[in-house]
């Protein structure tokens, strides 16, 4: 269509005439008219908004789409292309109907999961908004359901340089790679600086002479050259900073802050707990004056589980069993039986009819009976085989469990969610049974005892556990009985508050491989699959405890209590208090995961992520909009 392109290009007369010649339009146009003839009536209003999409009237296209979505408001692609007609309408210059874009791609997501391309173009919503961390997470999510579409990868690796995670933006240029796409000037100038920011030289170096093979523009190839010494030259401070006297444990803080005064880049307070000796304090016991001091203990715990079974082949075999005899019948597998019967002879008596002649007697002379018999039973019982000889199964636990706890200075606090399992069992045998109580309770459970110290810091006795049941192993092998899955962990640890400690982690990895056959026929292919079965299970378990103080917060408190409160705080503890309670609507309570990115944003390395160098190729130009639409189409039509 002559005049403006979706992106916003003049569109010259000559090459639209080409563009409709070129087989994209022929197809394009042959798919819609064979939609318009087939289908419900909704179907037929979206194909009609699909194809205003392509000739640029955005606004009669939304009132087709819409009155498709009022039929059927339940179909994700109708929201989908609802949302992208309001988003080609904010890269045409309508910037007031972008949360409509967004709210039609974010509906399409609800009603389906799967459809990759509305966290595609959500993602690239996001971008337009300068959120990329929201664009990094869609990006995933479209990956995860089509991994092999360069535009999606070159988002990815967009958004995520932007958010500061070169090392999420590598993962992307690893995918175009794979699919063979690092072959356009964006991608590699992307790839480019991606890796000088990870201090790759060698691939950044790689890509870039690639780039200057391809790119005639020597503003651009100088630009993105500066940029990479410029990365170097970061990296190169890096590898001659002085190194700390100290390696961070195990165990140490995470993140800084609540201290007063600013450590590294890594720390929080200027001390460490090896150096530094706790006055007044014993072992159990706060510092005189803390006696009514409290504190509020978030503790994250993360459990991921995942247990993946594959198993191959049936071992004919095994189930073939020969049976002598039947034990229901009382009939054995041979026998032998001998036997005689005595049989005594019988006398018949005939008179005449004129009693002058004597009686005559005949004798039947039966001679005795003798049996002999033989028993022989072999037999095959039925068997019954499964022909499932190929099976996976994935099971995959993920938990997240998150209590919060207020505990008062040297008095300990529990908390614990779940259920009270209570249960009896009874033994049977022939002296009588006895019966056995069971009462655990199952959940999330933990216990808290704070103490104060002299120097505003808190010494906490940590106890935290989940338990959780899960079904009996076949390798127990009891009558009655309740299994269960622990993680537990008891610490006594010294912070600050808001400093996020790592009390303890767990990483586990169990293989087994288990075979039985047929010697020699399971080593033949394909009949290896009726002689022979192997099993495989893979079992991973990962486990992490996090805890992060913080202080005590009302919903109400008078003047006079909130001064008496502030007299118990420490030094490095009345500023952070202050500015809280000024601006309460600031200070939220967001997960640690959210203070832990905002503190790592105070670091001078994500100060070297900048805008301008990585690029993005314009989604809504005429070829990749197109494209895009006879996807949608697929998906509308199948």
């Known amino acids: 269509v002559p005049g403006k392109m979706p992106g916003g290009e003049e569109v010259a007369e000559d090459s639209v005439k080409e563009e409709v010649k070129s087989p994209e339009n022929r197809r394009f ?37 819409n009155q498709a979505l009022q039929l059927r408001v339940d179909r994700s692609y109708y929201h989908l292309i ?104 964006t991608a590699l100038r992307n790839a480019s600086m991606v890796m ?28 993105v050259d500066r940029r990479i010494q410029e990365w170097d030259g970061f990296h190169d401070k890096l590898s001659t900073a002085p190194k700390f006297e100290k390696v961070i444990a195990f165990g140490a803080a995470v993140l800084g802050g609540g201290g007063g005064s600013r450590g590294g880049v890594y720390g929080g307070g200027g001390s460490s707990l090896n150096s530094t000796t706790i006055p007044g304090s014993t072992d159990g016991l706060t510092a ?35 049976q002598f005899g039947n034990p229901l019948s009382n009939i054995p597998a041979f026998g032998r039986e001998w036997g005689r019967t005595h049989v005594e002879p019988t006398v018949s008596t005939a008179t005449s009819k004129d009693d002058t002649v004597p ?52 008095q300990p606090s529990e908390f614990f969610s ?51 049941l899960q079904t009996p192993s076949n390798d127990v092998n009891f009558t009655f009985r309740v299994e269960t899955t622990l993680n537990k962990v008891v610490a006594n640890v010294v912070m600050r ?13 169990e293989s087994d491989n288990s075979r039985d056959g047929t010697p020699g026929l399971q080593d033949i292919p394909l009949l290896q699959y009726a002689f022979s079965k192997n099993i495989a299970r893979d079992y991973q378990k990962s486990v992490l405890i ?24 420490g030094e490095d503890e009345r500023e952070v208090e202050a500015l809280r309670s000024r601006y309460a609507d600031w200070f939220k309570p967001y997960p640690n995961w959210a203070s832990i990115f905002h503190h790592m944003q105070e670091n001078s390395l994500y100060r070297e992520f900048r805008t301008g160098d990585v690029t993005l190729e314009n989604w809504a130009d005429l070829r990749t909009t197109k494209d895009r639409l006879l996807q949608v189409l697929d998906f509308l039509y199948y």
């Open 546 to 569: 996090l805890l992060t103080p913080r202080p005590a917060q009302y919903t109400y408190q008078s003047e006079k209590s909130r001064q008496e409160y502030e007299k118990t705080l």
């Open 82 to 185: 609802n949302g992208m007609t309001y988003h080609l309408m904010v890269q045409g210059g309508n910037g007031g109907v972008m949360d409509l874009a967004q709210q039609g791609y974010e509906l399409a997501i609800q009603f389906d999961g799967g459809n990759w391309m509305a966290h595609y173009l959500l993602g690239r919503l996001y971008i337009d908004k300068g959120r990329y961390d929201l664009s990094v997470k869609h990006f995933s999510a479209a990956i995860a359901l089509h991994p092999d579409d360069p535009d999606l990868l070159n988002s990815f690796v967009y958004a995520s340089y932007r958010a500061g995670m070169p090392d999420l933006a590598a993962g992307g240029v690893k995918g175009l790679e794979k699919i063979k796409a690092m072959n356009s000037p």
């Open 418 to 468: 779940g259920l009270q399992l209570v249960a009896a069992a009874v033994s049977s045998g022939a002296q009588g049974g006895e019966s056995v109580r069971i009462d655990k309770e199952i959940g999330v459970k933990m216990s808290v005892t704070p103490s104060f110290l002299n120097d505003g810091r808190i010494r906490l006795a940590v106890v935290a556990q989940r338990t959780f």
């Open 29 to 65: 146009d042959a798919v819609i008219a064979a939609h318009l003839k087939s289908g419900s009536e909704a179907d037929r209003l979206a194909t009609e908004s699909v194809k205003l999409i392509s000739e640029g009237k955005y606004e009669d296209a939304s009132k087709k789409i």
């Open 497 to 509: 508050y808001g400093e996020t400690l790592i009390l303890g982690g767990l990483s586990e990895k």
């Open 196 to 223: 000088a920011a990870l201090g790759s030289q060698e691939e950044s170096k790689g890509y870039f002479s690639q780039l200057t093979a391809k790119v005639e523009d020597p503003h651009m190839v100088q630009l």
């Open 359 to 410: 009686p005559t007697r005949y004798y039947l002379d039966n001679p005795d009976k003798t049996e002999r018999s033989f028993t022989r039973a072999l037999t095959i019982p039925a068997i019954t085989y499964s022909l499932n000889i190929f099976n996976a199964t994935n099971q995959r636990n993920e938990i997240l469990a998150r209590p919060t706890l207020v505990a008062l200075a040297g």
């Open 288 to 322: 005189p004056g803390t006696e009514d001091k409290m504190v509020v203990v978030d503790v994250v715990l993360i459990h991921t589980e995942e247990n993946f079974v594959t198993a191959k082949g049936v071992n004919l075999l095994n189930g073939l069993q020969l």
